[in-house]
């Protein structure tokens, strides 16, 4: 199993930007993909963004060009980048490793309007 350790967020006002990291142990972090997810108030756990092992990116609709993600493979790291940040991106996000129940602690995000 993996190991996630997450970091950044915090409160931001509406248009702000913030940067999520996510460090990981306990794996070949290289060769799997890695995924970062939202959970607003109330709701279920959603998948924004996923990056290979090779730096193939992929987002949800609703970040498209306002998300980006990123990795640092020498670092075991991935990172989420968050700009123009709107009051619907306020909640908790959480990192994932690719093909396994592997989540990390979550981080709080809350954009004020």
């Known amino acids: 199993q993996a190991q996630l350790v997450q970091s950044g967020g915090g409160l931001v006002q509406a248009g702000g930007s913030l940067t999520l990291s996510c460090t990981v142990s306990g794996i070949i972090f290289s060769i799997y993909v890695m995924e970062w997810y939202h959970q607003a108030p109330g709701k279920k756990r959603e998948l924004v963004a996923s990056?290979?092992?090779?730096?193939?990116?992929n987002y949800a609709d609703s970040v498209q060009g306002r998300f980006t993600i990123s990795r640092e493979n020498a670092k075991n790291t991935v990172y989420l980048q968050l700009n123009n940040l709107k009051p619907d991106d306020t909640g908790v996000y959480y990192c994932?490793?690719?093909?396994?129940?592997?989540w990390g602690q979550g981080t709080q995000v809350t954009v004020s309007s």
């Open positions: 994932k490793t690719g093909g396994m129940e592997s």
């Open positions: 990056i290979t092992g090779r730096g193939r990116t």
